[in-house]
């Protein structure tokens, strides 16, 4: 029980701290995400991203919200005044919004960024709406067409990484030399993101990595 208490005296503390520095802030823009957790319940995550007078930068969790029925624009909008309310933001400092482009988010007529601009009234045309800029990483990494610089370079770090000898020996070289790193990571289709660390350790060692093979 102790801990608990500590856990939620924390919280409680963080928490609070987030409301002081929204209530203080010049403007604020919000990011919601819809996801799905292990129980197959709709969680809608938002964060904010502040900037003072002093054009000093926070950016927070603000809230999670539970959708068990339906996940519609409607139910999503409700889900995030309950998250804004809870922490008392005033709408008249929101810039601006960021979503994925899901019909529920981002639908002409009940999309949940659309219902915000109606909730706004006159100052709908002021806030900007983006779409989410992992997203948009995420797509260009699939349409640039870069499969056949990869491949070579999947085949050149799977070379050294999964054959224990090879990978023994690069890490013991790279050591040797001093070098600014001392692996390379491996690239997993699951986290899409690995793809940017893989190229990015592999130019930085492209060097050491020709003089190995």
């Keep these: 029980m102790t801990i608990q208490q500590r856990i939620s005296q924390i919280a409680s503390d963080i928490s609070g ?11 604020f823009s919000l990011a ?14 938002v964060f904010i991203k502040s900037v003072s007078l002093d054009f000093i930068v926070n950016e927070e969790f603000l809230g999670m919200a539970s959708l068990s029925g ?8 409700t889900s995030l005044l309950s998250v804004c309310n809870k922490s008392a933001l005033d709408f008249d400092k929101l810039s601006s919004i960021a979503t994925d482009g899901a019909p529920s988010m981002v ?45 070579d370079v999947y085949d050149t770090v799977n070379l050294i990484r999964r054959h224990g000898l090879n990978h023994r ?11 600014d790193y001392a692996d390379l990571p491996t690239y997993t ?18 060097g050491p990595i020709i003089t190995f093979l």
């Design 169 to 179: 020996l690069f890490t013991s070289f790279l050591e040797e030399i001093d070098a």
């Design 32 to 45: 919601v995400e819809e996801s799905t957790d292990i129980s197959s319940t709709t969680q809608v995550i």
């Design 189 to 206: 289709e699951v986290c899409w993101l690995s793809k940017a660390a893989v190229l990015k350790r592999f130019v930085e060692l492209l």
């Design 107 to 151: 639908g002409c007529e009940n999309g949940m960024v659309t219902l915000l601009k109606n909730h706004l009234g006159d100052r709908q045309k002021e806030l900007v709406q983006y779409h989410c800029i992992i997203h948009q990483q995420q797509l260009c990494a699939k349409k640039l067409g870069f499969e056949r610089l990869l491949k």
């Design 17 to 27: 701290q987030l409301n002081i520095l929204v209530a203080n802030c010049a403007y």
């Design 70 to 77: 339906h996940t519609t624009g409607a139910d999503l909008f």
